[in-house]
């Protein structure tokens, strides 16, 4: 997964970060539970599979965004799509959305990006099959040795496949009939990126449920 500016806002059912929202059912906008305000836009994602559903993912600036039912986040499916209780909303199309930083730490600029998926070239592929060996072996107790030669993944944002955990033995409390959908590094959004988003220095995982109508979202770090 790869993502690049775009010049005009993107207006369509197609993959995205930042902007506002392409509804494919009413409009919802979640609340923080802990302090009520409007969670921000992070992007929309196509649901594998046939058909025109659409996966919108919102996080809120409170703690507790790591959380799968924390009430600091939202993996919203449309549609025909089910709102999970621990979340309450707005029935409002637009609101804060992906940013980076400005011209200080504080200061926010609005970006919407385009998210293209692109093969990993060999060598990534070569370290991200090695990675999952370790993801295994640490699920089972047993012990990693430390490779000196194995190059760094320098991006764990793909759709599909099996997720890749920071903490491989700590995995969340999810059921077996959920399903693994995209991971999504975080940023600082200064220097060279492209926005900011605050997963610990980490990544955010998103799921779905069998019937594809519900998803769950948290995120993992070092």
């Known amino acids: 997964?790869?993502?690049?500016?775009?010049?005009?806002?993107?207006?369509?059912?197609?993959?995205?970060?930042?902007?506002?929202?392409?509804?494919?059912?009413e409009p919802f906008w979640p609340v923080s539970r802990g302090s009520g305000e409007l969670m921000t836009f992070i992007g929309q994602f196509p649901l594998p599979g046939p058909g025109a559903g659409m996966a919108y993912l919102f996080?809120?600036?409170?703690?507790g965004t790591f959380e799968l039912e924390g009430g600091e986040n939202?993996?919203?499916?449309?549609?025909?799509?089910?709102?999970?209780?621990f979340v309450h909303g707005e029935t409002r199309p637009t609101?804060?959305?992906?940013?980076r930083r400005g011209t200080d730490w504080f200061a926010r600029e609005p970006v919407e990006l385009y998210l293209d998926l692109n093969a990993p070239d060999r060598t990534a592929a070569a370290v991200f099959?090695?990675?999952?060996?370790?993801?295994?072996?640490?699920?089972?107790?047993?012990?990693?040795?430390?490779?000196?030669?194995?190059?760094?993944?320098?991006?764990?944002?793909?759709?599909?496949?099996e997720p890749l955990f920071w903490q491989p033995w700590t995995p969340?409390?999810?059921g077996d009939s959920w399903r693994f959908f995209f991971q999504l590094d975080g940023a600082e959004g200064v220097g060279d990126d492209?926005?900011?988003?605050?997963?610990?220095?980490?990544?955010?995982?998103?799921?779905?449920?069998?019937?594809?109508?519900?998803?769950?979202?948290?995120?993992?770090?070092?």
Do not use: H
Request: contains cysteine.
């Open 59 to 63: 996080v809120s600036d409170e703690d």
């Open 129 to 161: 099959e090695r990675l999952l060996v370790d993801r295994d072996a640490a699920l089972k107790g047993m012990v990693i040795e430390e490779e000196d030669d194995l190059p760094d993944l320098d991006c764990r944002s793909y759709v599909g496949g």
């Open 95 to 99: 609101g804060p959305a992906l940013w």
């Open 172 to 174: 969340p409390e999810i």
């Open 74 to 85: 939202l993996l919203l499916v449309q549609p025909d799509g089910r709102v999970p209780s």
């Open 1 to 25: 997964m790869s993502w690049r500016p775009s010049s005009a806002p993107i207006d369509g059912p197609i993959a995205k970060l930042g902007g506002q929202p392409f509804w494919s059912g």
């Open 194 to 222: 492209a926005f900011a988003l605050n997963f610990g220095g980490g990544t955010g995982y998103a799921f779905l449920s069998e019937d594809q109508r519900e998803g769950r979202f948290f995120w993992d770090c070092v």
